[in-house]
């Protein structure tokens, strides 16, 4: 069981940057993958971003070159930095811890980009 909590959303102007972060209820040294997942009104729920337990880091195309997830597993944090923000990155981001035998989820973070 991992409980994991978001912060840092909220109401940023388009080209601006937001930093979440995700803090888990236990060390995450060994957990194989850590994520940032998103979803907007209407959508399913999309990959962001994961890092590995070893720095290995991938990204949606949508979001490449502008976000950066890090993880920080002295700390059981996983954050994701956020710049030139699009209208389009308007949604609820959710971190998403991915054990060998099950997914856990926080209740997300809202995040609205306006123009």
């Known amino acids: 069981q991992v409980q994991l909590v978001e912060s840092g959303g909220g109401l940023v102007q388009a080209g601006g940057s937001l930093r979440l972060s995700c803090v888990a209820s236990?060390?995450?040294?060994?957990?194989?993958?850590m994520g940032w997942y998103r979803q907007a009104p209407g959508k399913e729920r999309e990959l962001v971003a994961t890092?590995?337990?070893?720095?290995?880091?991938d990204y949606a195309n949508s979001v490449k070159g502008r976000f950066t997830i890090s993880r920080e597993n002295a700390k059981n944090t996983v954050d994701l930095q956020m710049n030139s923000l699009k209208l389009d990155d308007t949604a609820v981001y959710f971190c998403?811890?991915?054990?060998?035998?099950?997914?856990?989820w926080g209740q997300g973070t809202q995040v609205t980009v306006s123009s």
């Open positions: 890092i590995t337990s070893n720095g290995n880091t």
């Open positions: 998403n811890c991915k054990s060998r035998l099950a997914d856990y």
């Open positions: 236990r060390s995450i040294f060994t957990i194989p993958v």
